[in-house]
Every structure is written in C-alpha cells, then in structure tokens.
C-alpha cells in the first residue's frame, strides 16, 4: 500500500516537476527517444492506474469538467508572477487505447486549445511529451494550478478521489507540502 501512496503523491505533482520545460510557450520538437528523462517522468506511469470507469474516477472527472473554466481563466491571464503550473488533464483515446494525459503549457486558438504533452505516454503510441494537442473544454477530465502567493495548488481531482480511496494517510502530506486541500 505505501508502494502505492508514493505513486500517488508523484502523480499529483507531475506537472510541478515539469515546469522547467514548461515556462516556454513554444517548446522545441521532442526527443527521438521516448524513454523518461527523469524519475518523475517514468513516475507519469502511474496515469494508466487510473480507471475511468470506477465510480470515484468518474465523479472526480466530472468535477473537473463543470469547474474547467477556472483553470481556462487562470491560464488565460498569463499572470506567471502569481500562477505557475497551469495544466489540464484530458482523456485522449487511440482506437482501444486510452490514456490520460496531462497538457501543459496551453493556449487558446480559433479551433478552441493547444497544449503541449507533459506527461509521458506509455500506452498511446503517437503521443510524445512536448508535442501539441488540440483540445475543447469539454475534453478536460481535470486540472491544476498553483496560486503562488496563497501557497495553494487548486483542481487535482483525479488525484484527490485516488488518495481518498486508497491512501488517505497522504492527504495531510499533499496539504502540507502542496498546499493541496481534498476536501473540497
């Protein structure tokens, strides 16, 4: 169990570790190699622990989609001194396949969003990190953002429901360390 609360907690803060990447508003072409660069890329794994299909996913999911105008109204003021880590999380399916990918930095176009893939896709096979994705918002299954005066980390829903139900020990670390509040 412990095995998985770990899990959890680096999925959480996936795109926290990518930010560095992320502050470009154009990332370069990715990589040939497809292999994680780091440790908390080839922890973004743990998206395929997710099932769309269990109760407490699906909620968490809809949540995110009827609060998805928050992060769009955050990402749309570009205000880098008080937010950083503006992602949103889609399910992006290939045939059978599906995974959930977080986007990250994104912007919004005439055909609706582009982000760029900040996670590492393990099951889709033409998904690459740093390539774009046109998505609508009524794609988005979840997002986040840090308000960085307030030393809060707003939306995570995927991974609230997953700490609630399977490791509940770690809320107070993700509150503590993150600024992250599940209960709502």
Same mark, same amino acid.
């Given at each position: ?5 770990? %899990? ?8 926290? @570790? ?6 470009? #508003?154009k990332?370069s ?7 994680? @660069? ?6 973004? #794994? ?14 968490a *999911?809809?949540? $995110?989609?009827?609060?998805?105008? /928050?992060?769009?109204?955050? $990402?749309? %003021? ?5 937010? /950083?880590?503006v ?15 977080w986007l990250?930095?994104?912007?919004k176009t ?16 033409? *998904?690459?990190?740093? *390539?774009?994705? %046109? ?8 997002w *986040? ?9 707003? $939306?995570q ?10 490791a ?7 509150? #503590? #360390?993150? $600024? ?5």
């Amino acid at each position: 169990m412990r095995h998985l609360s770990l %899990t959890l907690l680096a999925s959480a803060l996936l795109c926290t @570790a990518s930010a560095s990447w992320a502050q470009a #508003r154009k990332p370069s072409a990715p990589a040939a190699s497809a292999a994680p @660069a780091s440790a908390s890329q080839a922890e973004s #794994r743990s998206e395929l622990e997710i099932d769309p299909n269990e109760p407490h996913i699906q909620a968490a *999911m809809k949540k $995110g989609r009827a609060t998805a105008s /928050e992060v769009l109204k955050v $990402g749309a %003021t570009g205000d880098e001194k008080r937010y /950083e880590n503006v992602a949103v999380r889609v399910l992006v399916k290939e045939g059978k396949l599906q995974e959930f990918i977080w986007l990250q930095p994104f912007e919004k176009t005439d055909k609706g969003y582009v982000g760029y893939v900040a996670t590492v896709p393990v099951t889709l096979q033409r *998904m690459q990190v740093r *390539m774009s994705y %046109t998505f609508q918002p009524e794609d988005i299954v979840d997002w *986040m953002y840090t308000d960085k005066l307030k030393k809060t980390m707003h $939306g995570q829903f995927i991974t609230c429901a997953q700490v609630k139900k399977h490791a509940p020990q770690d809320a107070p670390v993700l509150k #503590r #360390r993150y $600024g992250l509040d599940c209960s709502r």
